[in-house]
């Protein structure tokens, strides 16, 4: 099955490669996969909500082939086909009325993803997208709604082959819970300096820049004094770019050979290494850290490719290093977190507290607006 092309609800985010796991926020008849899952009720009738919207996009026959199901139990899963819909399958789980918690309704919700995905595979399907099951009429809590579906998408793709697409509908469902949502807002009021903090940072390195320069000049110019002490350079030449050039570019030769021929560990390398030390296999880091098996395969095989900072980044949190290393592994591949960017102030709030869920931290991502880890390009 081909990686359905999607119209992302990212501005920033485009798909490159196939992954395993994605939130989305989408029409959820619109997607382009093997099966869509149905939020139904007991009778498998219609309704209204995400099922009503399936039923009038897949055409009357739906309804048709729903009628000789004999209704579906809570927790359970019974599939058709998908009419009119893009999808080719739907399939039609009954998720648990919230009832404040107490009544099984966390693992009758998880059994929904379950099923579901048991019966996408046995149908031989390759992608298969959710809606939030029971978070709308069934008034089960969004925040927690999200929490049981990624944990248990998440548990069962660690050993099968799908692929799985959260498709949230509402502006609501990216706002977590109130709690993280609040404490996140509040790390970003504290740290997100912002535009100000930019233009002050682009003088400052200007001015880095420039003071570089000037050394660089001086030092070239005692470089040639120190190998031709008695050479007067006439004053002209000396001022021309060529002559700067011409001077960094004598000094640097030698140099550079060398320094070529020992260079640091690079990112593959010290990613290699720490995969290592911490006596995790190759797949362990890359499906914590969301990123696809073929784009690992291409990090650790290719020496010269070049992987995007929410992909560096996803794999050094998949790592669990602390901080330091993480800004080292980052710096190796030419990236940085800064506090200027609500991207990397989100992400430095995660590992500052020590929370390493690459998940949790795109929940986080996603009410913020902001690109994911491991599925975006840079
Ligand atoms: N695409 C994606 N998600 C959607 C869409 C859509 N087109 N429409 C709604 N949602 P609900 P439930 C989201 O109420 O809570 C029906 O009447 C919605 O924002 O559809 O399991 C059935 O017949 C929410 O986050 O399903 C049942 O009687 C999520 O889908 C009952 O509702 C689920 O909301 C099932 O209730």
Known sequence: MHVPQLRCIYSVMERVEGLPFEIIRNDITRMQVDAIVNAANPSLLGGGGVDGAIHRAAGPQLLEECKGLNGCSTGQAKITKGYRLPAKYVIHTVGPVWTGGGCGEKEL??????????LAASYGCGTVAFPLISAGAYGYPQDQALKVATETILDYLADHDLYVYLVVFGHGAWLISRKLYANIQAYIDDSYIGPAYERE??????????HY??????????????????ACMPQEYALTEGAFQDAKASAQQPGL?????HMDEGFRGMLLRKIDEKRITDAECYKKANVDRK??????NQPGYKPGKSTVLALAIALELPEREIREMLAKAGFALTRSDKFDVIVEYFIEHGNYNIFEINEALFSFDQKLLGSVTP
């Open 201 to 210: 940072e682009s003088r400052r390195r200007r001015i880095q820049a420039l």
């Open 109 to 118: 919700l998880a059994s929904c993803y379950r099923e579901s995905l048991r």
């Open 213 to 230: 320069m000037g050394n660089a000049a001086r030092e070239d110019t005692e470089a040639r004094n120190r190998r031709d002490p008695d």
């Open 295 to 300: 784009l690992f395969n291409k990090i650790k």
């Open 257 to 261: 050979e060398d320094m070529l021929t």
